[in-house]
């Protein structure tokens, strides 16, 4: 056995260990940054969620796109008055993990379930993809 084979097994467990011990943190993180989304929603400060979104994100969706369908989810909605987390999922890569957040949301005028993509990087998390799903919605799918 070489010595690179030999020592394999140890600097995986160490990237286990380390990327384990961090999953409550960035899920942590991913759930305050749901929060600042939410309470920026119920502001209508639509254009400070789209500054904040990665820019990955500001090149797929045009502002005026995304301002058309918060204002829609807002208007037919209301605010979110419980956000109540039902599944994440991360995934940890070198040049940036993602970490996903479901919530099963309950608005002023209804109910619904949104998906967030936080994408980490060295700054923090940005918004890389919002996804929500609600029958007041005339189509149930809006993205």
Same mark, same amino acid.
């Given at each position: 056995?070489? !010595?690179?084979?030999?020592? =394999?097994?140890? &600097?995986?467990?160490? @990237?286990?260990?380390? $990327? ?5 943190? *960035? ?44 204002? !829609?989810?807002?208007?037919? =909605?209301?605010? &979110?008055?419980?956000? @109540?987390?039902?599944? $994440? ?5 070198? *040049? ?48």
């Amino acid at each position: 056995m070489n !010595r690179r084979t030999r020592l =394999l097994p140890g &600097v995986l467990l160490i @990237a286990i260990v380390i $990327f384990g011990c961090s999953a409550p943190a *960035d899920i942590g993180s991913a759930s305050a940054a749901g929060k600042k989304f939410h309470d920026r929603f119920a502001q209508q400060n639509y254009a400070a969620i789209y500054a904040d979104a990665d820019p990955k994100f500001r090149v797929a969706v045009k502002q005026d796109d995304l301002n058309s369908l918060l204002r !829609r989810v807002h208007d037919k =909605l209301g605010n &979110v008055t419980d956000a @109540a987390r039902t599944g $994440f999922y991360v995934n940890y890569r070198f *040049d940036g993990s993602t970490i996903t957040i479901t919530y099963s949301t309950k608005f002023q005028l209804g109910e619904g379930q949104e998906q967030f993509v936080w994408l980490k990087s060295g700054d923090g998390l940005r918004l890389l993809n919002y996804n929500i799903k609600s029958p007041a919605l005339n189509d149930s799918n809006v993205q």
